[in-house]
């Protein structure tokens, strides 16, 4: 009985992925009527429905061709914005992380679904509440650089300046939190990197 419900949950998921998939290829103006936010938060509620389905060989291609064909309208992505039919954006990213922190198993689609929001065009606070409060997702936070929605230097530039969270990079990077060369050592050692400089040249400046 509990396989047959699996069976049937999972052909629900891939039909409905099939479908969306269809209709963001064929009819981009119908679908554009919906916000690529929206759209966006909609397929990461795959990752929810269960602690292993987004690790189905054919869903988890649906969901990366999902979302790479919304990674094209990246420059539209605001997770700030009231989302329709969701409390709000908060909310959904937290389950999100808890879910990666539990169940990922360091899966190259879901890790590039969540590192969506840590570009430093987003607020400041989706990146604080991954490097303080679900650090234990940076173990198994990566994936190929092409998965990546936005290009690296987006995670780069401008410079991060809030000091509790260069702190939280700072701590990351000490403690080992993270594997060398990873996306999230990369942008932790960035910002570290570039504090360190801008803080000898202002001691500089200032003899």
Request: glycine share 2%; proline share 2%.
């Amino acid at each position: 009985m509990v396989k047959q419900q699996e069976a049937e949950k999972k052909l629900i998921i891939r039909c409905s992925l099939e479908w969306i998939l269809f209709n963001e290829i064929t009819f981009p103006d119908l679908i554009s009527d919906i916000e690529v936010t929206d759209r966006f938060c909609r397929i990461m509620c795959v990752f929810l429905c269960s602690s292993s389905l987004f690790l189905d060989k054919n869903i988890n291609t649906l969901i990366r061709k999902c979302m790479e064909n919304l990674y094209k309208n990246r420059h539209k992505f605001n997770f700030d914005k009231q989302l329709t039919g969701l409390s709000n954006f908060q909310d959904l990213y937290t389950q999100l992380l808890e879910q990666f922190q539990s169940v990922s198993y360091g899966d190259d689609t879901f890790a590039s679904c969540v590192l969506v929001p840590l570009a430093q065009k987003h607020n400041v606070k989706w990146r604080k509440l991954l490097w303080s409060e679900y650090a234990g997702c940076l173990r198994a936070l990566d994936c190929p650089e092409n998965y990546l929605c936005y290009n690296l230097d987006d995670y780069y530039y401008p410079e991060e300046t809030d000091e509790s969270l260069l702190k939280s990079y700072t701590r990351a990077l000490s403690s080992n939190l993270m594997k060398p060369n990873t996306v999230v050592y990369k942008i932790a050692q960035h910002h570290v990197s570039s504090f360190k400089k801008r803080t000898i040249c202002k001691l500089d400046g200032s003899k």
